[in-house]
Nanobody
Framework: QVQLAESGGGLVQAGGSLRLSCAAS????????MGWFRQAPGKQRVFVAT????????YYADSARGRFTISRDNAKKTVYLQMNSLKPEDTAVYYC?????????????????????WGQGTQVTVSS
C-alpha cells in the first residue's frame, strides 16, 4: 500500500511561485506513474500534470502548460510541482496522485479514474 503526503502549499500573491512536494512511502516508487490534480471550491477534481515512472514523459493541462513543471526524484521517492506565474484561478486544493503499479502511464493517469492512490491535499491560495 502506498501512502502519499503533500507539502508546500500556502498563500501567495498573483505572479508568485510555489513548489509542492509529495513524499511517498510503501511500495517501490519508481513503479508508479505520478500526477497532480486540483479541486477548486464547488468544482470537480481535475488533472494538472502527470509524469511517467522514469520521469521522461510529462503531460500538462492547458491551464498549467508553460507555467507549471512536474518532476520526480525516484531516489527520494518524491514528486514535485513547481508553479510559477500563479493566478487567482489557480486557487485550489492540490492533490498528489499515484497510478496503478506498472500499469498506469503518464497518459492514462490524466483520467482521475486511473488514480489508485491519493494524498490528503494541500491548499494553494493565490491573492490578486
Amino acid at each position: 500500500q502506498v501512502q502519499l503526503a503533500e507539502s508546500g502549499g500556502g498563500l501567495v500573491q498573483a505572479g508568485g511561485s510555489l513548489r509542492l512536494s509529495c513524499a511517498a512511502s510503501g511500495g517501490t516508487f519508481s513503479n508508479y506513474a505520478m500526477g497532480w490534480f486540483r479541486q477548486a471550491p464547488g468544482k470537480q477534481r481535475v488533472f494538472v500534470a502527470t509524469i511517467s515512472r522514469s520521469g521522461d514523459t510529462t503531460y500538462y493541462a492547458d491551464s498549467a502548460r508553460g507555467r507549471f513543471t512536474i518532476s520526480r526524484d525516484n531516489a527520494k521517492k518524491t514528486v514535485y510541482l513547481q508553479m510559477n506565474s500563479l493566478k487567482p484561478e489557480d486557487t485550489a486544493v492540490y492533490y498528489c496522485a499515484g497510478g496503478r503499479e506498472y500499469y498506469s502511464t503518464s497518459l492514462s493517469l490524466r483520467n482521475r479514474n486511473d488514480v489508485a492512490y491519493w494524498g490528503q491535499g494541500t491548499q494553494v491560495t493565490v491573492s490578486s
